[in-house]
């Protein structure tokens, strides 16, 4: 059975009654093509007779829709069938490679041909032009549907939006016959821009926006035609491919060719995208991790994920290509601008209640610290916002975690925190950012957190729920952060340093912390499996080779260590899994804090530290309410000591011996930076004299000299601890203790007095990190 045939069977071609074939076509080879092949399926169904057709090039966004002729026979029968029929122009071997070739490039996309072309094609193999029929529907059924839409009954004025409707409908329904040929990875919105002019609450939101602003409606509409133009998104196929042919090149450049991702976990996804609204809140790293969930999607065949990004990547040349693969760029600020605000809003429905998947960069920058950021909660709001308005329910969020072995950005993000000013992006910046990343960087880890799901979006005035929502998002995202080999051996070698670690005692540590997570279900990369141990050596001769590590090789045994100027760089890999160990290592530094205090009871003094910790680093971690903190602890510590109670309750010897049993010591090696930098913003405020004040950002213009000098003397131990993000939540915690603003005599002495609180947590950290040293041989057999 030939084409036609099995298509004019599929569909009631030769039924009896009235029929309306509307013929998508961008040109009259296409419109010439598709009328001989409904005149031969016609005959061959049944006796010949004249057909009934409109054309319109449909399909063809950038052409204007004359819609005249369709409005004129619209005007017939009730039970009269429309038919959408388009040709779908194939790529041979397309499917198998998903390659572009440089001709494509130079004279179009093969599968949207001009009349030469298409024409040229024909001639050649007339196999590559596959017919396709919409699903069918009357005309009597459409006008239902469009006043169900509208709110509307068809009326003689309304004919020509009828027929706007008509074509659009038809346009859709041929797109989802073309995606069963093509695969999910091309299902795009179209019309938008269409659907929202003609959507009521649209029309009565602009109805209402003119009252309030007192303006036209006709100037209100021409404005938000400016910024529909500037936000929505126009994805095509040819620019999909080419946008995904750029994320593998960016991800392929210096990182192994495969992502490592969880297939589990895409399965869950891709039930998820079919059956929800999804969000996939992506971690922000580097410019490059933005681009996994989109390379993931397409890769597998997932629907089109539309990337939020800023208007400052809207330059010359990408964002052109960008905004034509589904990125849609968003400015940094429109507070003041109730026009931009409504069109974004309604645009965003539109995707969330058509199930087009969006992501963004839920902490709204790139991680400076490494880290977890505070999250931003403007695109989030507006989400939230649009649900909350249109009533679109179970809203499914799902942080996307991407982990590298080695990030190119890191070096640029230390040179940051000491006061340089970041470079402005450009398309010379672009491609110099591109060819920065031809250095081995080792692998790439996605993972998805657990779905938060938002049964019903919070009021657009409620604050707490919109930031509970958030918290849920990061502590999820927290949690499907995995282990990986460098995170762990920067974890330990800074835990160490300045000593370094020989090739046995990291294994034996690292095997070690492996363990440590399997027991608290906490995820890490696959090749810490027992398994895959045989990768190792590649991922640590990466490491080397970038000199992030120092490998030597000439005594006895090997050695690694890490060299005091590449801490900071150290430090960011570090950052990104401490979260992981913050029950434990708050456990540790408060049993120390216990064996000091003589004079009062231990389990008083071990419980107050614990609370005094979690306050004084509330704006580096992201804690669970103090009940569910305080049962984490207890948890934590009967893993570590069944008989814990016992040994707090009796204090003395007893606590040596429960401290022990956390062997090897982290606490150090996770607040280490955050306490030293902390001591100097606190040094700084305290010299100040009674009338003198300081503000944020003189605090860490003075922090960043300070603590260059407090290194030079080494009163703190690592330059790790110089940075500004990290004096800034400094001062934002002496705020939070009432110890900025106008100096006092009062304030004088309470800083000082948190100042020696601070210096005697570096020196417990100290005794930490000694003791750590003193059992080596122990704790690393």
């Known amino acids: 059975m030939d084409e036609s045939t099995a298509i004019a069977k599929a569909i009631p071609l030769v039924t009896q009654g009235p029929k309306l074939f509307v013929i998508d076509a961008r040109n009259r080879v296409e419109r010439r093509y598709l009328l001989d092949w409904l005149h031969t399926s016609l005959a061959e169904g049944g006796p010949g007779r004249e057909i009934n057709w409109v054309s319109l090039p449909i399909s063809d966004e950038r052409a204007r ?44 996309d093969p599968r949207t041909p001009g ?45 020509h939006e009828f027929a706007g409707f008509v074509a659009r409908q038809a346009g859709l329904v041929l ?71 750029l994320d593998r090149f960016m991800l392929s450049q210096g990182y192994e060719d495969e992502v490592v991702f969880n297939k589990n976990e895409l399965a869950r996804l891709r039930k998820t995208m079919r059956d929800h609204p999804t969000l ?53 600020s429109f507070e003041n601008n109730p026009v931009y605000k ?24 790139r991680s400076r610290l490494g880290k977890l950021m505070p999250p931003r909660y403007g695109l989030l709001k507006y989400v939230m916002d649009s649900a909350n308005v249109n009533d679109i329910e179970n809203v499914h969020i799902i942080p996307v975690v991407t982990s590298f072995d080695l990030i190119r950005d890191v070096e640029e993000y230390a040179s940051e925190q000491t006061g340089r000013v970041k470079k402005a992006e450009s398309l010379s910046w672009f491609v110099g950012y591109l060819r920065s990343l031809r250095e081995p960087m080792g692998k790439v880890y996605v993972d998805f957190g657990k779905p938060v799901i ?86 640590v001769d990466t490491l080397v080779n970038s000199s992030l590590f120092m490998r030597y090789d000439q005594g006895s045994t090997t050695v690694y260590a890490i060299q005091p100027e590449k801490h900071p760089l150290a430090s960011y890999y570090r950052n990104s899994i401490i979260h992981h160990f913050l029950d434990k290592a708050i456990i540790e530094l408060s049993l120390l804090k216990a064996r000091e205090d ?64 956390f062997q090897p010591l982290i606490g150090h090696a996770v607040f280490l930076p955050f306490v030293e930098s902390y001591t100097v913003v606190l040094d700084i405020l305290s010299r100040l004299e009674p009338g003198q004040a300081i503000d944020k950002s003189q605090c860490v213009e003075a922090a960043l000299k300070e603590g260059r000098q407090a290194y030079l003397l080494r009163r703190i131990t690592s330059e790790a601890s110089i940075g500004k993000i990290l004096f800034e939540n400094g001062f934002k915690m002496a705020a939070s203790q009432g110890l900025t603003g106008e100096t006092t005599e009062e304030t004088i002495a309470k800083r000082k007095a948190l100042l020696r609180k601070f210096r005697a947590l570096s020196r417990r950290m100290e005794k930490s990190r000694l003791e750590v040293l003193s059992l080596a041989d122990k704790i690393f057999e």
């Open 598 to 661: 003589k004079e009062n009871i231990a389990k008083d003094v071990f419980w107050a530290e614990t609370e005094r910790l979690r306050d004084l680093f509330k704006f580096e971690f992201f804690y669970p309410p103090k009940e569910e903190y305080r049962q984490n602890l207890e948890a934590e510590l009967t893993r570590a000591c069944p008989d814990w109670k016992m040994k707090l309750d009796q204090g003395g010897i007893m606590l040596k011996s429960l401290t022990n049993r």
């Open 115 to 159: 009349s030469f072309r298409a024409r040229t094609i024909l001639l050649r193999n007339k196999r590559r032009a596959h017919c396709l029929t919409g699903q069918p529907a009357t005309i009597g059924d459409l006008k239902k549907r469009f006043e169900q839409q509208n709110a509307v009954e068809v009326q003689n004025d309304d004919a």
């Open 454 to 539: 938002v049964e019903k979006a919070p009021d657009p005035d409620d604050r707490i729920g919109l930031s509970k929502i958030a918290f849920e998002v990061a502590v999820e995202a927290n949690r499907a952060t995995p282990l990986t080999l460098t995170s762990l051996m920067c974890l330990s070698l800074l835990g160490t340093a300045p000593r370094a670690m020989t090739a046995n005692e990291l294994r034996a540590v690292i095997n070690f912390f492996v363990k440590w997570a399997q027991e608290r279900n906490i995820r890490f990369s696959d090749d810490l499996i027992e398994q895959n141990l045989e990768g190792i050596q590649k991922v």
């Open 342 to 365: 409504l069109v974004l809003r309604h645009y965003v429905s539109y995707l969330l209640e058509k199930r087009f998947p969006m992501t963004w960069a839920f902490e709204g920058t």
């Open 65 to 108: 829709l004359r819609l005249k002729e369709l409005t004129r026979k619209l005007d017939t029968k009730p039970d009269t069938m429309v038919i959408p029929v388009r040709i779908a122009w194939r790529i041979p071997n397309f499917e198998k490679s998903r390659a572009l070739k440089k001709r494509h490039a130079l004279f179009g």
């Open 175 to 245: 797109d989802i016959e073309e995606r069963g040929l093509r695969g999910r990875r091309y299902k795009v919105p179209r019309f938008v821009a269409d659907g929202l002019r003609t959507s009521p609450k649209f029309r009565a939101a602009m109805t209402e926006l003119a009252t309030d602003l007192d303006k036209s409606e006709a100037a209100l509409y021409e404005e938000a035609s400016k910024y529909m133009k500037e936000l929505i998104a126009r994805p095509s196929a040819f620019f999909i491919d080419m946008k995904a042919k």
């Open 280 to 332: 996939l809140l992506f971690t922000h790293k580097t410019y490059i991790d933005g681009v996994t969930p989109t390379d993931l999607a397409y890769q597998n065949d997932l629907p089109m994920v539309h990337v939020f990004g800023g208007i400052n990547l809207d330059f010359f040349g990408l964002g052109f290509v960008l905004r034509r693969a589904g990125t849609i760029f968003i400015r940094r």
